[in-house]
Structures are given as structure tokens and as C-alpha cells.
Nanobody, 126 residues
Framework: QVQLVESGGGLVQAGGSLRLSCAASERTLSSYVMGWFRQAPGKEREFVGSIRRSGGVTKYADSVKGRFTISRDNAENTVYLQMNSLKPEDTAVYYC???????????????????WGQGTQVTVSS
């Protein structure tokens, strides 16, 4: 069982930046593909991006590509989501998740992930 705890959310003006962190209890975080998802009120949980076990490869939703960057520090058991040029439509609860599946099969749906954090609120004001 991997416990994930997100932090770093808050209120920011449009155009600003935030960095979210996801700390894992598991010392073998490197065994998991890590993903970030978000869920706005009244909407389904949507894929933001993911990072391969080694950290060398990432993929992103089109809506955040070029603005958000995922990184990981396996030695510190932490994954990060750097969010720049934030827009009001980025407002949501952000979740990190861990998947034991192969990078090539995990996909971008929440069903591919095994463990989830409790989420952190990000609010972008216009």
C-alpha cells in the first residue's frame, strides 16, 4: 500500500505559478509510474500528465502542454507538478496517483492507477 500526500495548492492569480508536491510513504516510489489528475466541480476527473519510473519521459494533456511540467525525485520519494501561466480553467482539486502498470499500458485514464492521494485545491482567480 502506497500512501500519497499532496501539498502546495492554494489561490493564485491568472498568469501565476504554483508547484505541487506529492510525497510517498513507499521507499520504492521508483517502482511506479506517477500521474497527476484534476477534478473541477461537476466534472469528471481528468488526466493532467504522467511520468515514467525513471523520470526521463513524460506525457501531458493538450490543455496543459507547454505550461505544466512533471518531475520526480525518487531518492526523496516525491513527485512534482510545476504549473506556470495558470488560467481560471485550471481551477480544480489536483490528485497524484501511482500505477504499478507498464508505462506503455497505463494509459491516461484514472482506472490505470492503483493508489491516490487525498488531493489539494488549486484556485486560479481571473
Amino acid at each position: 500500500q502506497v500512501q500519497l500526500v499532496e501539498s502546495g495548492g492554494g489561490l493564485v492569480q491568472a498568469g501565476g505559478s504554483l508547484r505541487l508536491s506529492c510525497a510517498a510513504s513507499e521507499r520504492t516510489l521508483s517502482s511506479y509510474v506517477m500521474g497527476w489528475f484534476r477534478q473541477a466541480p461537476g466534472k469528471e476527473r481528468e488526466f493532467v500528465g504522467s511520468i515514467r519510473r525513471s523520470g526521463g519521459v513524460t506525457k501531458y494533456a493538450d490543455s496543459v502542454k507547454g505550461r505544466f511540467t512533471i518531475s520526480r525525485d525518487n531518492a526523496e520519494n516525491t513527485v512534482y507538478l510545476q504549473m506556470n501561466s495558470l488560467k481560471p480553467e485550471d481551477t480544480a482539486v489536483y490528485y497524484c496517483a501511482a500505477s504499478g502498470s507498464s508505462w506503455y499500458f497505463v494509459g491516461s485514464g484514472p482506472d490505470g492507477y492503483d493508489f491516490w492521494g487525498q488531493g489539494t485545491q488549486v484556485t486560479v482567480s481571473s
